[in-house]
């Protein structure tokens, strides 16, 4: 979880600070607020002004953002599920500042047959989170699908809550994504929104990853379907299908199962995806989902990109997307995390920009995201084998700040320059005092203007402890690279 060190001698150290100041690693002070460490709660209800999308708060009242990576195992199954996460996942993503983690777990492993769970399977995922909190990163546990599920030669939904009808279906293996328009495939997204009986075993499979998980430090929070599409009508074009889907279909079964989630887990939340034809800068149909702890969560991606094209700064794509993506968290107030984003092919020659002009972008309006995907190797991965980053995935690992004790007024990183600044209003007397910032690998020089000081628990990590109210204005300044 986020870790919050406040201890009394940095309190008055706050409080008589000079209006500069600049710490180094204080070792005897940072051991000292370590054992002292305030276990904050993760999870709270967004709030914003009007027009601007929510932030994610913590119980503190602190602005939270979440940076890191989707964690997968798609290729085993059965008694080898999962067997490819270990912990050098958590300790890396660690290590290059990450603090979130979107795990896929499949429903077809969860359930084999309908109403036995596996206990083998839901021990590897608690193992897993244990990885996770022993190196402070938080967990989305999302109920990934691809292509509805392994009747289809897929991960998912169990073949036992597969309904086609007798449609057919072909394979593609060329370009799996259109396998979802082939007709056994939308027909079977069909009856599992509408078919009694499939809601209730929906339902069931969320309570029974609730119940088990809803006081694991390491969980923030659950995704109840990955990526969900749904059945076109006669004559219906792809975006108002999904407007209609969303609207009709989606909208239901999020209230249906977060009201699951709910009845076991009563704090954590709840993050809801449109459909993918978002990533065409499609707003979604979604409507209001009745609960208090929602995060709307949609994934970025460009069909042509995805296709293998590069990335036409010209096309205005980007700010396409952002100006879409974000009239539903305005219209609802919940905060936006970004479920998945990342080309395949991320050495084009304007991937660069892209990267660049991507993390402007999600900076502007979500409170964090995770990238596609965390591996050691080749196409989507993060990382090469001998974990440096693949190119252009370096500039995803700029400084932010994990948590900030006040309200924001500003944040940026200069990617040329190597600088980020973060300008807020610290809380008042009864707030947190602490904002906690997470630097990337390299020698980095913190810096706070205000009634505030800086200190250095742990490589990797700074704290600013700002008296109540105060104007503090934060800089991070990177003297050499990682």
């Given at each position: 979880m ?6 009394a ?22 051991r ?6 305030d ?12 027009g ?20 997968e ?31 896929l ?6 359930e ?8 083998d ?5 608690g ?29 998912g939904?169990p ?40 809601r ?44 209609r889907?969303e ?14 989630i ?105 409170s ?12 989507y991965c ?56 997470s ?8 810096a706070?203007?205000g009634?505030?000081v ?23 300044t990177?003297t050499?690279?990682?």
């Open positions: 986020l870790r919050t060190t406040l201890v001698g940095a309190l008055a150290a706050a409080l008589l600070a000079p209006t500069t100041a600049t710490a180094t690693t204080p070792t005897a002070t940072a000292a607020a370590d054992q002292a460490a276990h904050a709660a993760d999870r709270a209800a967004p709030g914003a002004a009007d601007v999308v929510p932030a994610l708060t913590d119980a503190r009242g602190r602005v939270l953002t979440l940076r890191g990576w989707n964690v195992d798609k290729a085993n199954r059965g008694p080898a599920a999962l067997s490819a996460i270990t912990e050098k996942h958590f300790r890396d993503l660690r290590a290059q500042g990450f603090n979130f983690a979107r795990l777990v499949f429903w077809d492993d969860l084999p047959r309908p109403g036995q769970y596996s206990q399977y839901l021990h590897k995922i193992r897993i989170l244990d990885w996770a909190e022993k190196h402070d990163v938080k967990v989305l546990i999302d109920a990934h699908q691809d292509v509805f599920g392994p009747a289809f030669g897929h991960r939904i073949e036992w809550a597969t309904r086609t009808d007798g449609l057919p279906f072909e394979r593609n293996p060329d370009d799996w994504f259109s396998e979802y328009f082939q007709p056994a495939v939308q027909r079977a997204f069909t009856h599992l929104y509408e078919d009694a009986d499939l209730r075993a929906q339902a069931r499979m969320w309570r029974v990853l609730a119940e088990r998980f809803d006081d694991h430090p390491a969980v923030l929070g659950y995704d109840p379907i990955n990526e969900p599409m749904g059945e076109l009508g006669e004559g219906e074009d792809l975006p108002t299908a999904a407007r889907i609207r009709e279909q989606l909208t239901p079964m999020y209230n249906r199962l977060a009201d699951a709910r009845s076991a887990d009563p704090d954590a939340w709840v993050f809801v995806e449109p459909t993918p034809i978002v990533g065409e800068g499609v707003p979604t149909g979604l409507g209001r989902i009745d609960d208090p702890q929602v995060v709307y969560a949609p994934h970025f991606y460009n069909t042509g990109m995805e296709a293998g094209a590069d990335y036409d700064p010209a096309a205005g794509w980007i700010e396409s997307y952002e100006q879409a993506v974000t009239r539903y968290p305005r219209e609802y107030r919940v905060p936006v995390v970004v479920g998945e984003w990342g080309p395949l092919n991320n050495s084009l020659p304007n991937m660069n920009r892209f990267y660049r002009d991507a993390m402007a972008s999600l900076g502007r309006y979500s964090g995201w995770a990238g596609y995907v965390w591996c050691y190797g080749g196409g993060a990382v090469n084998a001998d974990g440096t980053f693949r190119t252009n995935k370096e500039l995803t690992a700029e400084p932010y700040a994990e948590a900030v004790a006040g309200t924001v007024r500003g944040s940026s990183f200069d990617a040329a320059a190597r600088v980020y600044r973060l300008e807020y209003e610290a809380a008042g007397p009864r707030g947190s005092r602490v904002t906690e910032l630097l990337p690998p390299g020698a980095w020089q913190v706070a203007r009634q505030a800086v200190l250095r628990p742990a490589p990797g990590r700074a704290l600013v402890i700002a008296a109540p109210g105060s104007r503090v204005t934060v800089t991070v990177a050499a690279r990682g």
